[in-house]
């Protein structure tokens, strides 16, 4: 089910251009899911392996800071959603970033296969990202910021940032590059 919700995130997306507000979660795979806890970010020292079961402890202190700068980060709501799939959003002063993990081979059918993308991302550190416009996630897909799509091993990782009110590319992108950089790095 949890699969049939992410292909209906991604048709709405696709379909919609992009132009859905607010998440795009449906049916019974949005309303089995956990219910959402608050993880505070640790300063790295979770890696790629505890994504799906902590994901707000992969991103360590540094890349939050970096998104949302001149401000104490914000909490992290966590939502692990088992068989390799989780998120966790930060949110505020118009700022939001959303970290999604899912299975290496579902990035790659359900979201690189199916929806629009801006082009690849340089990066030194990301050998496959991609960038999508908009933010893209696992039950969640609007029109506003840039995310990364991008694998690590067997996971996969997507990366949304929005800056201000409706996002800003010439910010989103380098923000969502930098975290997802961080991510894999473990620093």
Known sequence: MLRLAIALAALALAGAGCS??????SGPASAAAPTTTQV?????EAGPKDAAEKPC??????ALAAVFAG???PKGASKPMGDGFATCTWEGNDTMLLVSVVPAANLQSDYKGQ???????????????????GT?????????????????????????VRTGKDGDDAKDLPLATQVSEAIV???
């Not at 859905?20 to 979660?25: A, I, L, M, P």
């Not at 505070?40 to 790295?44: N, V």
């Not at 801006?118 to 999508?132: I, K, N, R, T, Y």
């Not at 893209?136 to 997507?158: H, P, R």
Request: net charge negative; hydrophobic share 35%.
């Open 136 to 160: 893209v996630g696992v039950e969640k897909a609007n029109s506003k910021g840039t995310t990364v799509g991008f694998t690590a091993g067997d996971t996969g990782y997507l990366v949304a």
């Open 185 to 187: 790095r473990g620093s």
């Open 71 to 73: 401000t104490n980060p």
């Open 115 to 133: 929806l629009n993308i801006e082009g690849p991302v340089q990066s030194a550190v990301l050998a496959d990202a991609v960038s999508f416009p």
């Open 40 to 44: 505070q970010a640790t300063t790295g």
């Open 20 to 25: 859905s507000d607010g998440d795009s979660s």
């Open 57 to 62: 402890t992969i991103v360590p202190a540094s």
